[in-house]
């Protein structure tokens, strides 16, 4: 399975507005520099979040993001779910009833065998991610031997960057 950038770009985002105080925005074109990224492909996943209910957009020159809801109630599966739609990544189109001399139908009345293993590790996967969520992720980065030195990081750039707090 093969996730898009775009879920990469909205999960280190997220995670970054996770860490931001109370009332504060980033924009979008700063969260671009700060990971690198494009800012016209970050916006388009920005906006997933945003039709998700995962950031809230605030609009103005002096607008930006922000979670919309609490850091423990984000997880990634939301994230993933957001920014690459709901659809499994596996689907079945039925191939096995094509080809020369297909067999009657009623020789395809049991599910896919291969569809059914299929669901079934997707299943497994999204339980994991949704298990999950952003406060686990900044904690666990926060106890990793860099943590100290990724927060100096991140402090420096909201000194630059941060928005929305008086």
Known sequence: MKLGDGVEQAIHCATLLAALPQGGLLSAASMAEFHGVSTSYLLKHLQALSKAGIVQTVPGPRGGYRLARNVTDVTLLDVVLAVEGPEPAF???EIRQRGPNPLASDAYAAPCQINAAML???????????????????????ASDHGTAVEQRACQFFEHHLRGVS
């Open 91 to 93: 689907r079945c189109k």
């Open 120 to 142: 079934r590790a997707e299943r497994a996967y999204r339980q994991e991610l949704r298990k999950v969520t952003l406060a686990d992720l900044n904690a666990e980065l926060a």
